[in-house]
C-alpha cells in the first residue's frame, strides 16, 4: 500500500507540515509554478488559428498552450514519479489565487488518469490543527479561482507581447510594457510633472506666547482676523498683524473642554504591512515579502523543528479567526490587565473586494512572544515578527483616551487658538502606534475636518496648558511672526506607492513586489534616497503609452478589470467574456497604433548631423534611461553623441560643482554618470582618475553638488608624508591617503588577534579579518606568507576523533553554540556550553 503524496510550493513548508502529518503522508515540493506559457512560442501554422499573440489564440476563444518549465522538469518528473504510487495526492499550495493555478497546473501535469485521487487541502496558518483540520476536509480545486487566474495571465500575455514590439521599434529594444507596471509608472511621472510644475507660495504664521497667573507660559496660534481666516501672503501684511498684536490686550474668549479617543487599528493586511515595515524598519517591499514567507512557513525553534509563526502572508482581510480572537483576549487580560481589555472583541471591516476566506496577518501563537524566541530568529525576522505581533495585539485592545483643551483668546480684531492635550489612558499606544505618512507642508486650514473624522489618527502634539477661564486677562512674553513656502507633494517611495495603487484598486497583494521591481529594471523609474524619480525614457514609454493605449494606463479602466477578475472568482463573470470585452478595444488600439502601416518615424534632432557619414542623428535611450543623440545610419555607421542640457536626462549640477578643475591636467571637470552613481572627472577620464562625487543638493529638482572633501585624520601617509584622511568607496568608509590619485595608499584595518597560535606555521597568531563584503573570517597574521584561512572561529580544542589539531565554532538556531570538526571525512559534532 502507498503512501499519500502532499505537494506544497516550497521545501521550508514542506519541512513543517511534514511533522504534523503521520508516517503515511510524503511530503513533496513544487518549488512554485511547475509549467507557465512559453516565453518564446512558436506560431500555430496556418490561417485556421487566426490571430495569435505571444501564444494567445485570439480566435480561437483565447487558447492557451502551457508548457513545463525547463528549470522544473526534473522537479515534476519526480513528482510524477512519487504520484505513480500513491493513494491519494493532496495539492497544499497557497491559498489564493496563484496557490490554485499552481495545484490546478500539478493535477494537470502529474499524469493521474483517476483524477478522484486528487484532492485540494487549504490552510491560512501553517499550525498542527490548521493543517490537520485542512486534511480533514479536502475539496476540489476551484475552477472559478484558476479561471480568475488564467484571466489575469493572459490579459498581462496580450498587453506585454502586444505593446512591447512597439516599444522595441520606437524607444529602444529590450523595453516592456505591463498592464499593471505602466499605470504604476504613470502615477510616477504625473506626481514628478506635479512637482516640477509647482509654483511655491508664501505665507506667514502668528504665534504668540502668553502667560496666565499660573505658569506654564503657552503657545497660540493667530486664527482669524477681523471675523474672517487669516492668510498673510507678505511681510508687510506679517508686520501689520504684529503692531496690532503687541498693542493689543489677550483676554481668554472661551475655554472648551473634551474626551478624545484614539482607537487602534486593524491587524496588518499585505499593503498596510508592507508600507509599515518600509516606515519602521526601513525595509524594501521585497524584503518585506521575503522576510514574511520564511515566518509563515516556518523558523527552527529549537527543540520543536520548524514552526510557522505568522498566518498566510498575502491577504486583504482584516477578518480574525475565533481562537486568535480569544487567545488575543486572553493575553491582552493577563499581560495588561482588564483595563486594557474591550468588553467585547473588536471586528475591523475590510475593504470592498477583500476575500474574506483569508485571515488578516497575526502570529499563530502567542505564547511564543518576539522575545520569548528572539534567539532562533534573525534580526530581521525578529523586527518583522514584532511587528506583525504587537499589531495584532493593540488592535484588541482599548482606545486610547486624551483630555483636550481648546482656547479661544480675542486680542484686538484677532482671535488666537491654543490647544492643549494630555494622554490619560495609553490604551493600545502601551503597545503599537502607527507611523504617519510623510505630508509636504502647506498653508494650514481653518479647521481640518478630515483629520477631525479621523479617530485612529496620531494626536497633534499639544503644549501643556495652564488653569484658565472665560475673561481672564493674559500678558504677551513673545511674539513669532514666521515666513513659510508651500512644499510640492512627495515623490513616491515604495511604501507610499504601494499604497496609491492599493487605494486606487491597482494590483492585488502578491504583485506589488514584481510591480516596483519591474519598472525599476526597466530603467523607467530611479531610486534616490528612497524616492522615485522618473527617467526621461520612462517619461517618453509613458507618453507614448498614452498616446496609443489610453485605457491600459488608465486608473479606474485597471481598477475596473481587478474587479472583473474578482468577479470571475466569485462566479458573477467568466473567461471568455472579460477577454471578450477587453480585446474588443486594445485589438482596434494595437491595429491603429502598432499596425504595419503605422511605422514608427525615427525621432530626428533638428540641425543635428552625424560627424562621420553626414546621415541626421536621431534621438534614442541607453542605460539608465538616458537619451542619446546616433546615426541614423546604424549599424552601418556607429557614431553617438551626448544630449546636452534639459534634453539629456541627467540632474542639474550645481555652479559649484561645474567649477572644479582637475588637480592634475588643471582643465574644467565635467559632469558623469557610472554604475555607482554621479560624479565630476577630468575630460581625461579614465586615463586620469581625477573624480569627485555628486550628491543631492534637494529633493525638489535633485540637483547635484559636490560631496564634502575628504576629512583628513591626526596621521601621516607613510608612503608620501601627506596627511590621511576619511574617504568613501563602494565598500563604505576607509582610510586612505589626501593626494589620491597620485598616492594609492590605503590604511588597513587592524586585524583583532583570538589567542590562538596558527595551526598550520605555529609562527603567527590568528587573527580575525574582514572580506571585502564585510564578512568576518579568519586566517594567519604571516599572510601571504602562510595561507591559512577559515569561515568559522578556529578554538584550541583537538578533535577527539580524528586528532586534528583545532575545532571550529558556530553558531546555530536550532542548538546554539556548536563546536565541529573541519575535516570533512570526520564529522565530529558537538552542543558546547554558551560563551
Known amino acids: 500500500m502507498g503512501k499519500n503524496l502532499v505537494i506544497v510550493e516550497s521545501p521550508a513548508k514542506a519541512k513543517t507540515i511534514n511533522k504534523y502529518l503521520g508516517k503515511d503522508f510524503l511530503v513533496k515540493a513544487s518549488m512554485g509554478h511547475v509549467r507557465d506559457l512559453p516565453k518564446n512560442p512558436k506560431k500555430p501554422k496556418g490561417k485556421a488559428a487566426g490571430r495569435v499573440i505571444g501564444g494567445v489564440q485570439i480566435e480561437k476563444g483565447f487558447a492557451v498552450d502551457y508548457e513545463p518549465l525547463e528549470k522544473k522538469k ?10 505513480k504510487t500513491a493513494d491519494k495526492i493532496y495539492l497544499a499550495g497557497d491559498p489564493d489565487r496563484e496557490g490554485e493555478a499552481i495545484c490546478w497546473h500539478l493535477a494537470e501535469s502529474l499524469g493521474v488518469k483517476d483524477k478522484k485521487k486528487l484532492r485540494r487541502v487549504v490552510f491560512h496558518e501553517i499550525t498542527k490543527k490548521a493543517v490537520q483540520a485542512a486534511f480533514e476536509h479536502p475539496r476540489d480545486i476551484d475552477e472559478k479561482k484558476v479561471d480568475a487566474q488564467q484571466t489575469r495571465r493572459i490579459l498581462d500575455r496580450l498587453v506585454g507581447y502586444g505593446v512591447s514590439p512597439i516599444l522595441w521599434e520606437r524607444v529602444r529594444r529590450g523595453l516592456s510594457a505591463g498592464r499593471v507596471q505602466s499605470v ?15 509654483v511655491a507660495e508664501e505665507y506667514w504664521s502668528v504665534l504668540a506666547h502668553l ?3 499660573a505658569p506654564p507660559v503657552f503657545p497660540a496660534n493667530l486664527l482669524k482676523r477681523g471675523g474672517k481666516p487669516i492668510d498673510i501672503t507678505n511681510a508687510e501684511q506679517a508686520q501689520a498683524v504684529r503692531a496690532e498684536l503687541e498693542a493689543a490686550t489677550f483676554k481668554v474668549a472661551k475655554v472648551a473642554q473634551k474626551e478624545r479617543k484614539r482607537h487602534p487599528v486593524p491587524p496588518f493586511i499585505t499593503s498596510k504591512l508592507q508600507q509599515e515595515a518600509f516606515k519602521k524598519l526601513r525595509f524594501p517591499v521585497k524584503k518585506t515579502m521575503q522576510v514574511a514567507q520564511k515566518l509563515y512557513e516556518g523558523i527552527e525553534i529549537g527543540p520543536e523543528g520548524s514552526v510557522g509563526l505568522i498566518t498566510y502572508m498575502r491577504t486583504d482581510s ?13 493575553h491582552v487580560a493577563g499581560t495588561y490587565g482588564e483595563d486594557f481589555l474591550p468588553e467585547k472583541p473588536v471586528f475591523y471591516k475590510s475593504k470592498s473586494g477583500a476575500q474574506d476566506a483569508h485571515e488578516a496577518i497575526r502570529p499563530t501563537d502567542l505564547d511564543k512572544s518576539p522575545d520569548a524566541i528572539k534567539r532562533y530568529l534573525g534580526k530581521d525576522e525578529y523586527a518583522l515578527y514584532r511587528l506583525i505581533w504587537n499589531r495584532f495585539v493593540a488592535s484588541q485592545m482599548r482606545p486610547a483616551v486624551y483630555d483636550e483643551t481648546v482656547v479661544d483668546v480675542e486680542a484686538a480684531s484677532c482671535l488666537l487658538r491654543a490647544k492643549g492635550s494630555t494622554l490619560r489612558f495609553k490604551g493600545f499606544l502601551a503597545v503599537y502606534e502607527e507611523t504617519p505618512d510623510e505630508k509636504p507642508e502647506h498653508k494650514p486650514a481653518p479647521e481640518d475636518k478630515a483629520a477631525q ?16 477661564v472665560e475673561g481672564q486677562v493674559l500678558s504677551l512674553q513673545k511674539l513669532d511672526t514666521d515666513q513659510h513656502f508651500t512644499q510640492p507633494p512627495p515623490r513616491f517611495s515604495e511604501a507610499t506607492l504601494v499604497k496609491e495603487l492599493e487605494e486606487n484598486g491597482i494590483g492585488r497583494p502578491s504583485t506589488y513586489a514584481q510591480i516596483l521591481a519591474t519598472i525599476e529594471a526597466r530603467d523607467y523609474v530611479e531610486k534616490r534616497e528612497g524616492k522615485f524619480f522618473p527617467t526621461e525614457m520612462g517619461f517618453h514609454v509613458i507618453d507614448l503609452l498614452i498616446q496609443g493605449f489610453a485605457d491600459i494606463v488608465d486608473v479606474e479602466y485597471t481598477a475596473a478589470l481587478e474587479q472583473e477578475l474578482d468577479a470571475i472568482e466569485a462566479g458573477e463573470d467568466n473567461l471568455l467574456n472579460t477577454l471578450g470585452q477587453f480585446w474588443k478595444k486594445f485589438g482596434k488600439d494595437l491595429d491603429a497604433f502598432g499596425g504595419k502601416k503605422q511605422k514608427a518615424a525615427p525621432a530626428f534632432v533638428d540641425g543635428e548631423v552625424c560627424e562621420k557619414c553626414g546621415s541626421p542623428m536621431v534621438k534614442k535611450w541607453g542605460g539608465g534611461g538616458r537619451p542619446f543623440l546616433g546615426c541614423s545610419a546604424y549599424p552601418e555607421c556607429k557614431f553617438t553623441k551626448k544630449l546636452e542640457g534639459e534634453e539629456s536626462g541627467f540632474p542639474p549640477v550645481d555652479p559649484e560643482a561645474l567649477a572644479l578643475r582637475c588637480s592634475i591636467h588643471d582643465e574644467p571637470m565635467q559632469p558623469r554618470s557610472g554604475r555607482f552613481g554621479y560624479f565630476m572627472a577630468c575630460p581625461r577620464y579614465p586615463e586620469c582618475k581625477q573624480t569627485r562625487k555628486l550628491i543631492r543638493a534637494n529633493d525638489v529638482d535633485g540637483t547635484l553638488k559636490p560631496e564634502p572633501p575628504p576629512r583628513p585624520i591626526d596621521e601621516n601617509c607613510p608612503d608620501c608624508g601627506k596627511p590621511l584622511a576619511w574617504r568613501r568607496g563602494r565598500f563604505g568608509p576607509f582610510i586612505a591617503c589626501s593626494d589620491y590619485p597620485s598616492c594609492k595608499y590605503i590604511k588597513k584595518k587592524e586585524a583583532i588577534e583570538i589567542g590562538l597560535l596558527c595551526p598550520e606555521c605555529h609562527e603567527g597568531q590568528v587573527v580575525e579579518r574582514k572580506g571585502r563584503w564585510g564578512k568576518s573570517f579568519y586566517g594567519c597574521r604571516r599572510y601571504p606568507k602562510c595561507t591559512f584561512t577559515a569561515y568559522h572561529k578556529p578554538v584550541a580544542e583537538p578533535c577527539p576523533d580524528c586528532g586534528r589539531a583545532y575545532l571550529l565554532e558556530k553558531e546555530t538556531k536550532k542548538e546554539g553554540r556548536v563546536l565541529f570538526c573541519g575535516n570533512e571525512e570526520c564529522g565530529f559534532k558537538k552542543v558546547a556550553a554558551a560563551a
Open 74 to 83: 526534473k522537479v515534476l518528473d519526480e513528482l510524477k514519479t512519487a504520484a
Open 184 to 198: 504604476a509608472l504613470r502615477l510616477i511621472c504625473e506626481r514628478e510633472r506635479e512637482i516640477r510644475a509647482f
Open 211 to 213: 502667560k496666565a497667573g
Open 318 to 330: 482584516t477578518r480574525v479567526g475565533d481562537d486568535a480572537l480569544g487567545a488575543v483576549r486572553r
Open 453 to 468: 473624522a479621523d479617530d485612529t489618527a496620531p494626536e497633534e502634539a499639544g503644549s501643556e496648558l495652564p488653569p484658565l
